[in-house]
């Protein structure tokens, strides 16, 4: 189950989005928003990253018009790793190497297109595991308050 969200800056991209996991059979919740109406992204974020955090989804797709101040709200959120993308290196590599758990994209930066394209990676893409593991464990270090 694939967690979705926007607010108005990045909702024509995630109906874009919704509609490639519609056509390929790829279960999702909408979180909304459901229109162009000025909404808050922080509270589409968190519902998302709690979603996921609680594995309830096993990955998320947040937008708004940078994919910036969603991703912040976002990695608030205890276990998130939400990471903005804008290109196919960037969606590839946040999963094999950040086990990157939300992407993050932005509806005035790339176009439908390029989202569908950078959700499909980032959907199909598995983590490598490996060294980044102990890289994983320091962040959570971190998020925990603990010196590194
Ligand atoms: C909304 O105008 C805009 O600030 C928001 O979508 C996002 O870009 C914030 O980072």
């Known amino acids: ?12 991209i995630k109906e874009a989005v919704k509609k490639y ?3 390929n059979g790829i279960e999702y919740k909408d979180f909304g928003t459901y229109s162009t109406d000025s909404v808050d992204y922080p509270r589409y974020a968190y ?17 708004c018009g940078t994919g910036i ?9 205890k276990g998130i790793r939400a990471a903005v993308c804008t290109n ?11 086990d990157a758990n939300i992407l993050c994209m ?3 930066v790339i176009d439908s297109e390029m989202a569908v394209k950078l959700a499909d990676i980032f959907l199909h893409t598995e983590f490598e ?4 593991i102990n890289r994983l464990a320091l962040i959570e270090k971190i998020e925990n308050g603990e010196e590194i």
Do not use: Q, W
């Not at 519902?47 to 937008?63: D, M, T, Y």
């Not at 595991?129 to 980044?132: E, L």
């Open 69 to 77: 101040g969603i991703s912040i709200a976002a990695n608030k959120v």
């Open 88 to 98: 196919e290196f960037c969606a590839e590599m946040t999963r094999r190497h950040n």
């Open 1 to 12: 189950m694939i967690a979705l969200g926007a607010d108005h800056g990045g909702y024509e």
């Open 106 to 108: 932005g509806g005035r």
């Open 47 to 63: 519902p998302v990253a709690k979603a996921v955090s609680s594995k309830e989804c096993e990955l998320g797709i947040l937008c």
């Open 129 to 132: 595991g490996d060294r980044h």
């Open 21 to 23: 996991l519609e056509e």
